[in-house]
């Protein structure tokens, strides 16, 4: 291929700057729903959010920090960073933070891929995964999950070629629900070889209650290729604020790190998470109420007819193929809005809320027309 003229350029008619090809391919990042026309408040289980708002210190906290917004925060977010790591029993070198999940995720991408590079995970899965793998460039090797809509580890490990660089394991599975098992995990960690970086989106294991499910943290020292991802987005109710982190050996996340957007993490953000860090056994009580209502929507559900995947995060899948934006519009329609998130032709993902969203979920389920 010729090097970029703008001579050339201009000779085809080009008359604006252009951005890399990969960009204007990308599909597009479907956030969940937020406003529907009905009548009352919005139900809004549609971005697995939490249904608690934050608590008390951790606005007081954040309240503490807005006299010093006029100066950049700490750009290593060395406090967070120390308590993160001192409740994973970790070194604070082997931890990075960024604004989010999704961004730490970007970040490690940045480091470990170049144009041409494979990213190995499994669909569906994550949605972040495919946009963020073909924004560096890289290539989507995307893996079918198997019948129960979990990992199909056997296929995944077999799909490494000398071109992966990374794989992505997301458990629980964003949207299906099921988590990896212990003994899937081990397999798949064997089989690979230890230059490919392995990265366990762990951002919903604070809901997992199946004890075969792996335990990334555990895992680590066994394997020095893996990373884990983790938010608190999600079990820790900050969605709003942008706060992620990985964990793995400090080697391999020193990369990661040197990619990370400089002061990308706010300064109030930062107190948010040191302070829930302080009031974690308030916050784990929300995450059992929410997997008491997980337990009781999906027993309702059953006996309404639906035959349901194993849920370990805040959110059930309802696997109801050609119907599922036909659901959607069903729930939406309802006197009190449900807003799910739908992934056309395959099926709805909805978040489990608190007592009152399960009750009015149940009620407008059980007056849905089409299939289970
Ligand atoms: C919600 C979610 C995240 C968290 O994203 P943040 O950027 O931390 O808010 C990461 N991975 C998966 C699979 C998720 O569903």
Redesign the pocket.
């Known amino acids: 291929m010729a090097a970029f003229s703008h001579e050339n350029a201009m000779l085809v008619g080009m008359t604006l700057p252009f951005a890399r090809p990969e960009i204007s391919a990308l599909p597009p990042y479907v956030p969940g729903a937020t406003a529907a026309a009905g009548s009352g408040p919005p139900v809004k289980l549609s971005s697995?959010e939490s249904p608690f708002g934050p608590l008390p210190s951790v606005v007081g906290a954040m309240g503490a920090g807005l006299a010093t917004v006029h100066l950049y925060p700490d750009m290593f977010a060395t406090t967070l960073t120390g308590r993160i790591a001192q409740r994973l029993a970790v070194e604070p070198d082997q931890v990075v933070v960024a604004g989010?999940?999704?961004?730490v995720l970007a970040h490690l991408l940045q480091a470990y891929c170049s144009v041409g590079d494979e990213v190995v995970f499994a669909w569906r899965s994550?949605e972040?995964y495919p946009i963020l793998t073909r924004l560096v460039g890289a290539t989507v090797v995307a893996i079918g999950l198997d019948s129960d809509l979990r990992h199909d580890v056997t296929a995944m490990a077999a799909a490494v070629t000398p071109r992966t660089r990374v794989v992505l394991l997301?458990s629980p599975n964003?949207p299906t629900g099921p988590a990896l098992r212990r003994t899937d995990f081990e397999a798949f960690m064997a089989a690979v070889p230890r230059t490919v970086l392995v990265v366990l989106?762990e951002?919903?294991v604070e809901f997992v209650r199946d004890p075969e499910v792996v335990d990334g943290l555990a895992a680590l020292a066994a394997h020095p290729n893996l990373v884990l991802?983790r938010?608190f987005?999600?079990a820790y109710g900050l969605?709003g604020l942008?706060v992620?982190y990985a964990v793995g050996g400090a080697e391999v996340v020193a990369p990661i790190r040197a990619c990370v957007t400089p002061f990308s993490v706010s300064s109030l953000a930062q107190a948010a998470a040191v302070a829930s860090l302080d009031v974690e056994d308030e916050l784990f009580a929300r995450v059992d109420r929410v997997v008491a209502e997980r337990a009781r929507l999906t027993a309702a559900l059953e006996d309404l007819g639906w035959n349901l995947t194993d849920a370990q995060g805040n959110f059930v899948w309802l696997d109801v193929g050609e119907d599922a934006l036909g659901l959607a519009a069903h729930l939406r329609a309802q006197p009190r809005p449900i807003l799910v998130r739908p992934f056309g032709g395959e099926g709805v993902r909805i978040t489990v809320g608190d007592v009152v969203n399960t009750d009015l979920l149940v009620e407008a389920l059980a007056r849905w027309p089409g299939g289970h």
């Open positions: 697995n989010g999940s999704v961004a994550f972040a997301c964003n989106d951002a919903y991802l938010t987005s999600k969605a942008r992620g």
